[in-house]
């Protein structure tokens, strides 16, 4: 059982779909042309689009082009339902990528049948878009085994995806930066609790063993293809502007966008809350530290800026008055 979007410029076509499908338990929805299906594929995708040829306007072959194209519908089986027998157009379907295609008059049986067999493909990759869910649970575990960063993970998800908005990123783009806020560290699965949770400031050695957290972290999230944008942020949040951070040495424009806005939500979020080796930093002094960085190359200026704009003007949230950092304080870098 499944959502079919049923698309046909004949009313009387659409109702006869519905009324073969609907008894197999299928949610039927209609579109009278191939631009109301894509826009209705794009506000709610379906599991599957069931779509007549020859309709006026944009046709079937282009609006099964405009969902095969675009990456969050891909995956929709599309199904043509066509007079035409011959096979120029079968080819011109096979090439707009569509899955299969149903010839007037239907079989209704045979029709029912591959409905059936195509909606239980798409559950098939639908739980390998699930496989994205697993790696979420593993990074809030790995938040939960280190129970100093409790809640790190969420707000690092807001600030992040509200920065992402001040600056005007696509939806894309913002959704990248709410999910690399939880995957950000998922690296640090393969960090030994003796290091992960030590304490004292780590030796050069546990250093360098931590940096690694953002190599294993990207190879976490491997070749999900829902994770393709919130891959580079998970490698390359911890690099600057300088090229002094790690695990590239990459240098200005070279580190992603998305990665250099995580950075900074990332070094605010673990100066603010307690960490085993330092106090919580009130949020005058993070700003303060935030925009040494900037000064000293390592981030960018306007990046910052914009968010100590955010997180100072937020309701609710007095700016306490500014002080320095001690100079302890100061020296003692901040593990995030
Ligand atoms: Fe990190």
């Not at 360098?208 to 491997?222: A, F, P």
């Not at 580079?232 to 949040?237: A, G």
Request: proline share 7%; glycine share 8%.
């Amino acid at each position: 059982m499944g959502t079919v979007l049923v698309v046909d410029d004949i009313a009387g076509n659409c109702r006869l779909l519905e009324s073969l499908l609907a008894p197999d338990g299928h949610t039927v929805r209609t579109a009278r042309d191939g631009g109301e299906a894509v826009r209705a594929v794009r506000e709610s995708p379906p599991d599957l689009v069931l779509m007549d040829v020859m309709m006026p306007g944009v046709d079937g072959f282009d609006a099964c082009r405009a969902i095969k194209d675009a990456p969050e519908s891909r995956l929709i089986p599309v199904v043509l339902v066509t007079s035409l027998t011959d096979t120029a157009s079968r080819i011109r379907g096979i090439e707009a990528g569509a899955d299969d295609f149903v010839s007037k008059p239907f079989n209704a049986t045979e029709l029912r049948a591959r409905v059936r067999s195509l909606l239980r493909i798409k559950r098939y990759t639908d739980d390998l878009d699930n496989a994205e869910s697993v790696i979420v649970s593993l990074a809030l575990t790995i938040e939960a085994r280190d129970r100093t960063t409790d809640g790190h993970c969420h707000r690092l998800a807001q600030y992040a995806s509200a920065l992402g908005r001040t600056l005007g990123l696509g939806e894309d783009d913002v959704a990248a930066l709410e999910s690399g806020g939880y995957l950000h560290d998922v690296g640090k699965v393969g960090i030994p609790d003796a290091v992960l949770l030590k304490p004292g400031p780590l030796t050069p050695q546990e250093y360098d063993l931590m940096k690694q957290h953002t190599l294993i972290g990207d190879r976490l999230c491997g070749e999900l293809r829902l994770l393709r944008k919130v891959r580079p942020i998970v490698r390359h949040h911890h690099e600057r502007l300088d090229g002094s951070g790690y695990p590239d040495q990459l240098r200005g424009d070279a580190i992603p966008l998305l990665a250099q806005v995580m950075g900074i939500a990332d070094v605010f979020d673990a100066l603010t809350t307690k960490r085993p080796y330092k106090a919580p930093f009130p949020v005058a002094q993070a700003v303060e530290e935030l925009r040494e960085e900037a000064a000293r190359g390592w981030r960018r200026a306007d990046l910052v800026a914009a968010f100590i704009d955010q997180v100072t003007s937020a309701p609710g949230r007095p700016l306490p008055p500014v002080a320095r950092l001690s100079r302890a304080a100061a020296a003692q870098p901040v593990v995030t």
